[in-house]
């Protein structure tokens, strides 16, 4: 069977298809009393959707949300939270050759794999735009938790790198690629437009970072906070790697450099000498800030001919028309926080359900 469905406690469901007459989710799980509206939803739909700038995709949708059910007089119920979102800019016909031949990297042959069966328009259920009903669904669940905050950046397209040491966490919604690192931005607009110019794509690694997460929050076994978050990111289109904290660079540290040393604290709190874990411990936040880095391959649609099949087997190319992001992962920022908070309000409701 698919599965549609992701948490615990704090659950959603996202449905629709890429070219279908709109796609939304139902999140399930959600506390009573919370004020909610889509005002609340909107500005972070309006981060992610396309046609913002010539570095994304230039299909052209307003993402505007609306709220079905789980609302009464400005206020959640408890009940199933129903939200919508219409696509106006479908252009199907740009697949005609997609539903004759599959799409290297793309879902269309393992689709037909599983199914026997796919809807080839602009990928269908496989398309980056489910991720518009995640990023409404994070919106919810950063109002689950008001005492965290969640910032997500891009830190690297292709062998282009930011450098940290003028990192400017107030110019990551300045500019078209979520960089805090200014100089950078021209850099990486050379490089992007040099790519979509050439029908070609990029990757991109993005990193988030949840600051105000208590500590206590995950689970020693089966529903650790990291094993959850590295799910999450997971089940975002495009991504082949997630890292907590130092991640793979922890290959090369010793035990005494990997150490996140502690200290008493003010009011008999604690006080880390280092975050090298990102702030969770055998599955568990520390109340250190969360941190994880996303890596996101380069989009599979791509004007550039590759070899591939047809649907009978036939040895053919393709070159993918339609319009399509250069990078994806530029796009990926907004969904990124959104699963990040989705993630760590499910964690809550289950820390709380257990611990009170």
């Known amino acids: 069977m698919s599965w549609n469905t992701f948490g615990r406690v704090f659950r959603f469901t996202t449905w629709g298809e890429s070219h279908g007459p709109a796609l939304g989710v139902v999140v399930d799980g959600c506390p009573p009393g919370i004020a909610l509206s889509e005002i609340d939803i909107q500005p972070y739909l309006d981060a992610r959707k396309p046609g913002q700038s010539k570095y994304t995709t230039q299909r052209r949708e307003a993402d505007e949300v609306r709220i079905l059910s789980g609302v009464f007089e400005g206020r959640t119920t408890g009940t199933p939270i129903s939200l919508m979102i219409e696509n106006t800019d479908q252009r199907s016909k740009d697949y005609s050759e997609v539903a004759k031949a599959y799409r290297p990297g793309h879902a269309d042959y393992t689709y037909d794999a599983k199914y026997g069966f796919r809807d080839y328009r602009g990928g269908g259920r496989s398309s980056a735009r489910e991720t518009a009903a995640r990023v409404a669904a994070g919106a919810i669940a950063r109002l689950v938790i008001p005492e965290v905050s969640i910032t997500a950046w891009v830190e690297q397209i292709g ?75 997971m089940t975002i289109n495009a991504t082949k790697g997630v890292e907590i904290g130092d991640g793979f660079a922890a290959v090369t540290n010793t035990g005494e450099t990997n150490a996140d040393p502690m200290r008493p604290g003010a009011d008999g709190g604690v006080e880390f000498q280092a975050n090298h874990a990102g702030g969770i411990a055998g599955g568990i936040s520390t109340g250190q800030p969360v941190t994880c880095r996303v890596a996101f391959k380069p989009t599979s649609s791509i004007l550039t001919p590759v070899d591939t099949i047809t649907s009978e087997g036939e040895a053919t190319q393709i070159q993918t028309k339609g319009r399509h992001d250069p990078c994806v992962g530029i796009r990926g920022v907004p969904v990124v926080e959104a699963m990040m908070a989705l993630v760590l309000a499910d964690q809550k409701l289950l820390h709380r359900a257990q611990c009170g």
């Open 159 to 233: 062998d282009v790198a930011l450098d940290y040491a003028r990192f400017d966490r107030d110019a990551i919604r300045n500019n078209p690629f979520f960089c805090p690192d200014p100089e950078t931005v021209t850099r990486w607009e050379d490089l992007v437009d040099s790519a979509r110019k050439s029908g070609s794509s990029l990757g991109a690694l993005v990193t988030a970072h949840a600051e105000g997460v208590p500590a206590g929050w995950g689970a020693p076994i089966y529903a650790k906070l990291d094993s959850e978050l590295a799910a999450a990111m």
